[in-house]
């Protein structure tokens, strides 16, 4: 409606603003929508983390692959020079003097990191000064995006005075079932023959892997936020525990449940699939829901349930158990 004012010319206009009943029903519906787009906003971001982690492993495939093309073998798991008789039980560690390199130090050359590689002075140990700057260099393709650990790896116990590993969310497969599948048999980390693709000083060819590449895991998901551990490998006398955030959830103080050196950097399949609520430190850890990813020998990379059939994750780890599996 316009009203003439004579006595200046002017036409004024009334205007209607919004009601506040109208005001608290938009802001409800925008609600409403945020609530309906968010969780899709975060499981497109937790697709897009599975699909990294995913290409991490293959990468890490694919320079094993190379690896084995120019030295004819697979890298063994870690090297150490062994110095004394293993006690036998499952959680003793064998004594050992180091150097303790890994696996994942001595495949960066194939992972287009061969200036890191060139700076480790393999015959010294990972704790000597020298190798310092190659410990803590973060090595993108060994961190998984949706583990939540972005601190330096304190070594544990902390009284062996190194607190600067760069982060893994990775680690190797030594073995399941024993070559003789013996019922009820679970694994001792220290335990030889081993029968797994990875352990201390054992090289393993092609050759060795009877039951073929696609059915033998080679490495699977263990995040730092679940089990603190480094790239560069073992520590002698070191122990691998649960972070501070799993041991509180487990009501424990951190180092309370712990397993030896040997587990920084490989571990087997013992008694639990991934994942599991009574698993050890020393197991396999994903931060992905659904499962734990895994990279067979072929290279290529799957998702293996918490839930998994025991015998059948057992029959995975093994090489040469003569066992063959379909995954989905």
């Not at 945020?34 to 991490?56: D, F, H, K, T, Y």
């Not at 060795?208 to 895991?217: A, Y």
Request: with cysteine.
């Amino acid at each position: 409606m316009a009203t003439n004012h004579s006595s200046c010319g002017c036409i004024a206009v009334g205007r209607r603003g919004f009601t506040l009943v109208e005001l608290l029903v938009v802001i409800a519906i925008i609600g409403v929508m945020v609530g309906l787009l968010l969780p899709a906003v975060q499981a497109a971001r937790e697709a897009a983390r599975r699909m990294q982690c995913s290409n991490n492993l293959k990468q890490i495939g694919l320079a094993l692959h190379n690896y084995e093309s120019a030295h004819r073998t697979f890298p063994p798991g870690f090297i150490s020079r062994v110095t004394g008789a293993w006690p036998g039980g499952g959680n003793d560690p064998i004594p050992e003097s180091g150097p303790g390199w890994s696996v994942f130090a001595m495949i960066l050359q194939q992972l287009e990191q061969g200036n890191l590689h060139d700076t480790i002075n393999f015959s010294l140990p990972i704790t000597s000064p020298i190798n310092q700057p190659a410990r803590r260099t973060v090595v993108k393709e060994y961190q998984c995006p949706s583990d939540a650990w972005s601190t330096p790896v304190t070594v544990w116990p902390a009284t062996l005075g190194i607190n600067d590993l760069a982060s893994i969310s990775y680690t190797c497969s030594l073995g399941g079932a024993n070559p003789a599948n013996a019922p009820g048999y679970t694994a001792m980390y220290e335990e030889q023959p081993f029968n797994g693709m990875f352990h201390r000083n054992v090289a393993v060819r092609h050759a060795d892997i009877i039951d073929g590449t696609s059915n033998t895991l080679g490495m699977g998901e263990r995040a730092s936020m679940f089990s603190p551990n480094g790239w560069a490998g073992v520590i002698p006398t070191a122990q691998t525990v649960f972070s501070p955030l799993i041991a509180q959830r487990r009501g424990q103080v951190v180092g309370a449940t712990a397993r030896p050196a040997i587990t920084m950097t490989t571990v087997h399949v013992r008694s639990g699939g991934p994942n599991a609520p009574t698993g050890s430190p020393g197991g396999f850890w994903s931060p992905h829901p659904g499962g734990c990813l895994f990279m067979l020998m072929d290279g290529s990379t799957h998702t293996i349930s918490t839930n998994v059939d025991m015998p059948i994750f057992r029959a995975m780890a093994g090489r040469n158990d003569g066992i063959t599996f379909t995954l989905p």
